[in-house]
């Protein structure tokens, strides 16, 4: 009769800490995937449905592939799957009619549905620890007083690059874009959009840079291991 396999209290810690990290990342998968489900059944402008999640579907899979050679921390994990479902309620509704900001506007007496701007807050507010993660995992610019100000310039840049698609897109579609610029009759949208994006990666950066650091060293010490 073989002997049962003894393991140290240590050994047991290590993989009860690693058994999370393997179960989030599914979970999130799992959410995200239902959620994108939902948002693609009947939605009210198929086009704008795909012009809006497009990051995601592009998105998930290129974090599945590469999630075993270069895996991210959980804290980017759930960002990621947060705004994948901010972008999944905004492409099934439209973002200037989901009904969540249609209940604030009326409740705060705004002169518009609030989601869009909603939304480029997240768009500033997530994709700040995504370049803050890989900057601070591919360049030496760990600990370095430039990363936060590089991070937030790099989340307007895509902001900026993001208005510039949405331009392109209005161009090409013409009126059938109107769902998607959610412009609203608002002259300045652009400039307000990428302001809240601005305000968003500023506001990560402020808040979640040291829970961040620590989660990047727990990843680099798993990586030793």
Known sequence: MPEPILTSPSDRSVSEKRAPRRSLPIALVVVVVAAMALSAWSPRDPTTWLLETVWVLVGLPLVLLSRRRFPLTNLLYGLLAAHALVLAVGGHYTYAQVPL??????????DRNPYDRFGHLVQGFVPAVLVREL????SPLRGSRWLAPLTVCACL???AAFEMFEWAAAL?????????????????DTQWDMFCALIGA?????LLSRAHDRQLDALGAAEQR
């Open 101 to 110: 900001g249609d209940w604030v506007r009326e409740w705060l007496g705004l």
């Open 135 to 138: 900057l601070s995992r591919t």
């Open 157 to 159: 840049a895509f902001s």
């Open 172 to 188: 090409i579609g013409g009126h059938a874009t109107n769902d998607f610029l959610a412009t609203q009759s608002d002259v300045w």
């Open 202 to 206: 500023t506001m990560s950066v402020l």
